[in-house]
């Protein structure tokens, strides 16, 4: 399972990589103002859409029913099964594209109602609208890389989203180039939403992934009924960080600027956060469903144990880092052409309070597949709302008060209270399987995390005040390498880990 894991967080790290040069050049071409306000409500809308159909969420509906249908009734019988799923899966996305077209100024006015009334509502509404051809392919890429996931082919699905970004990234590079007007240009970003979307489809179809699902069909039958009936709380559930960022953005939506500051401060969070969260939906869910399947109790331990030490030790250091180094890594990565100082702090002061949130947010990635490998979705469904609701109503109190600051306080304790629930639920329904060597591991891991926070807390100091921006990325370089070696170190000197288990782990098969 570690060398899976790897190669999916591996293409994750690229593709949140690409994402971080991405979100930079955004900022130096729209800055914080309306214009950026709404492009980025729109690409909210994208973000969620993502979510509920790739980068894992719907693994956890497919794959377990791709499995079932495999190990019951055969090869052929699983491909039939699986073009019923790619044929409906693509007309309903298309016939939902043009609904929501028709729809759009209630859907933005729903998410962003601080908008309405004024200019940014209309931009918003046009760009949401161009960007919609990207759901439309989101479709058929969701099922055939899920499809792939299910035969432990991790390297493509890994990957291919790195298109997405790389297409923005171009796009983005000519329009700053021709320092095109922010309306337009933000225009033509959302235009080039809907033709990223379709150089991933073109991708996977290059690879004769589409094989895996023939005949081709459209179906509502009864087994396909029960297959959505099961699929859509399952998708929704694994999109909660974007649902507790659309709970968030509601309430900004009336701050002038709000909406970028959590914007940006969200996508520092989503890399720690993807290359856990996302390799757990696309690998974890798999393994558990055989284990649960097959009534192999180790199998299970084992599975829900090596998940729960990854997630520990990948999000605790990252929360840490993240809140000791929020303002340095804000001004490094964003602080360019239209986005300013005074933006820079606002974002940071975010990060803070989001970071804290982080550790749950991956704590629901690893729980969560616990409950979908015994085919049930709507415990995490309900969870999800519950952190959505506690989300809401925080953030009309906190925001109040303290701004996009306290919004993003509140997103951290929705997520919060999603992961308790879980952990509440699981433990009395089942029992969450946790062998002897996580007990043993599991402190050690925290209290490495522990040593390394504070080391980068006394070296904050470093970093020079008005540095030029190639010494502030030295530094900045160096504190983190510094950090991750002492990390490293300290599992090793705590023995929460060895380099010679690490090795053992990935010579072992996916």
Known sequence: MIRSFLTVSTG?????????????????LLGTGAVADAFLAAFQLVNVVRRLLSEGALNAALIPAWLRVRDRDGEAAASAFAGRVLGTVSVALIASSAVIALVMPLIITVIAPGFLGSATLDLAVANARLMLPYLAFAGPVTVLMGLLNAQARFALTAFS???????LIVAIGVLLVGHTDATFAAWML??????AGLLQLLMLLSQRSADLATPLRVSFDKEMRGFFAKAVPGMIASSGPQWLMVAGAIIASATPSAVSWLYFANRLIELPLGIVGVAMGTVLVPELTRAVTSSDRDAVAHAESR???LATGLALPATLGLVVLAEPIVRLLFEHGAFGADDSTATAHALMWLALGLPAHVLIKALSPAFYARSDTMTPLMATAKGFVVAIALAVLLGHFFGASGIAASIAA????????LLRKGTSEFGFSVDA???KRLPRIVLAAAAMGALLWLSAALMPAEAHGLIRFIVLGVQIAAGIAVYGLLLQTFGAAS???AAAALKRPA
């Open 499 to 501: 380099w010679r288990e």
């Open 437 to 439: 060597a996580a007990r």
């Open 307 to 309: 998940a729960l030490e």
């Open 414 to 421: 929705g997520a919060w209270s999603s992961a308790i629930s």
């Open 190 to 195: 959302a235009a080039t939403v809907g033709v």
């Open 12 to 28: 994750t790290l690229a593709s949140r990589l690409l994402g971080f040069a991405r979100d930079s050049m955004i900022a130096a």
């Open 161 to 167: 989203p790195l298109l997405f970004n790389i297409a």
